[in-house]
């Protein structure tokens, strides 16, 4: 048999598990145009010098930032000198992905992918005292932000030591990929313009490191990012895209994952009521702002000559810090109902910070695990006495008994990229132990008893062990039913 005859039932079953899938693509765009002169009257429009102001194409939302050069030669701008506010475009894109798969009666698994791009261009049109629009004073400048889910679990459990000098093998992948990124970087330049020669600096004459192509550095923006992309996302640095902002190709998906099959089966039915697993994975990579440089000066090719003091090619956006944000929430969720009327919940979290900060070659790695353990126990039609000066009331409700310990780490380490120093910065251990009970005075008033102590541990030896206890009592009323 063909090889489609044998991959169809596994395909047929596949497309059964799938319970709903779906998409959306959102695209917006806005224009602020001081000084615009013409007036509005049928559906906005305006016979306007005899063209029709702003024009159907405005009116259909198909105009971009060209759109202002239009209003500059059509006259609708006003010559007035004293006009200083910039004129602004700003477009938002937004792509969702979503799947819901259930593979077997109790097991769900939500999928979710996404990629989000915002930009806005500003631009001042100013007239010179002759009326004219000159392209010198507009100082064109574009800002926005950039986020899209990734997959980075393959470098969320890697051990760090707990002293000496907490070296990160992905941080060290990470300096290797620089070197191959610089390659790429070079052969990408060399196919474009052929006078370009990656093994010499043109200011010096004189033959750059081996490891680096002539003006992209280690330090170079356009080396570091797909650098730390390709380290902390464990892929391949001779096959992560080079762009700054990866289309929609790239988006990997998240998930959340709830099973609550297990009391289907007689033997758990006997000692549980209900058995809740439950797994969550988030992680994304954000550019949380950027901007266009001013020094950035491309030619017909495409290409900008202009270096920085590092020698250096200037990239055409400016980007402070690049952030890969993974949250395990929960990695495993244990939640118990047995028959007795006790509940019992195991949790365990995990989340993480890498920030790679352009400005200070040094990545922030902030690290976070957490762990808890919580019972509970309902006391049914429990019976109480209060009393006051018009005498006693009797009073019987359900007493809900609430115990939970929790063990939190935190970490922060700054890992410096031309130093070569592994650093901690700041970090913390805290024990949490805490017992609330519950209990119903009447259809509108409850009232909890709480106790917790936590205890604060700190990773650095700059800070000192406390310890903090509270509690008392909370008396909530209800004013609608």
Do not use: C
């Amino acid at each position: 048999p063909s090889m489609a005859s044998l991959a169809a039932p596994y395909l047929i079953i596949a497309l059964m598990m799938v319970r709903n899938v779906s998409g959306t693509y959102t695209s917006d765009q806005g224009h602020i145009l001081p000084g615009y002169l013409p007036g509005t009257t049928v559906l906005g429009q305006q016979n306007y010098g005899g063209i029709s102001a702003p024009g159907w194409r405005f009116l259909a939302g198909q105009t971009d930032e060209r759109f202002f050069d239009e209003a500059v030669s059509n006259g609708w701008i006003t010559t007035d000198t004293l006009l200083n506010n910039p004129a602004a475009y700003s477009q938002r894109e937004q792509i969702n992905l979503r799947a819901n798969i259930e593979p077997f009666p109790g097991l769900r698994i939500d999928l979710t992918s996404d990629r989000r791009y915002s930009e806005t261009i500003s631009s001042y049109l100013r007239a010179d005292s002759n009326g004219n629009f000159p392209d010198s004073t507009r100082n064109t400048r574009m800002t926005g932000n950039f986020t899209i889910s990734v997959i980075s679990w393959g470098t969320a459990f890697e051990k760090i030591p707990k002293s000496g000098d907490y070296v990160s093998q992905t941080f060290e992948n990470f300096k290797e990929y620089t070197s191959i990124i610089s390659q790429r970087r070079g052969d990408e330049r060399s196919a474009i313009d052929p006078s370009y020669d990656p093994n010499v600096d043109p200011v010096t004459g004189e033959p750059v490191d081996g490891s680096y192509a002539s003006g992209y550095g280690m330090t170079s923006s356009e080396v570091l990012v797909p650098s730390f992309l390709a380290a902390y996302t464990k892929r391949d640095p001779n096959k992560i895209p080079l762009e700054t902002f990866p289309s929609w190709i790239h988006m990997m998906p998240n998930w959340r994952i709830n099973f609550e099959g297990l009391t289907k089966f007689e033997s758990v039915r006997k000692v549980f009521n209900s058995v809740s697993l439950s797994h969550q994975y988030r992680s994304t990579y954000t550019i949380g702002s950027f901007n266009s440089s001013l020094y950035y000066d491309p030619d017909a090719s495409g290409l900008s000559m202009i270096r920085d003091l590092s020698s250096n090619f200037i990239p055409q956006y400016e980007i402070n810090a690049v952030v890969i944000n993974e949250q395990f929430s929960p990695f495993i969720n244990i939640d118990l109902g047995w028959k007795n009327s006790l509940t019992t919940r195991l949790e365990y979290r995990k989340s993480r910070t890498i920030t790679l900060n352009l400005a200070s070659n040094q990545v922030a790695d902030i690290r976070n695990d957490e762990i808890t353990i919580g019972a509970g126990y309902r006391f049914d039609n429990v019976a109480i006495t209060l009393k006051s000066r018009g005498g006693q009331r009797a009073l019987e409700s359900d007493l809900n008994l609430r115990l939970d310990f929790s063990m939190r780490n935190n970490k922060t380490l700054a890992r410096k990229l031309i130093e070569d120093v592994n650093q901690p910065v700041a970090g913390q251990r805290v024990f949490t132990v805490g017992a609330t009970a519950d209990y119903v005075l009447s259809d509108r008033f409850m009232l909890q008893i709480y106790a917790d102590h936590n205890l604060n541990d700190p990773f650095v030896a700059n800070t000192f062990r406390t310890s903090n206890t509270n509690f008392g009592f909370t008396l909530r009323f209800t004013l609608v039913q």
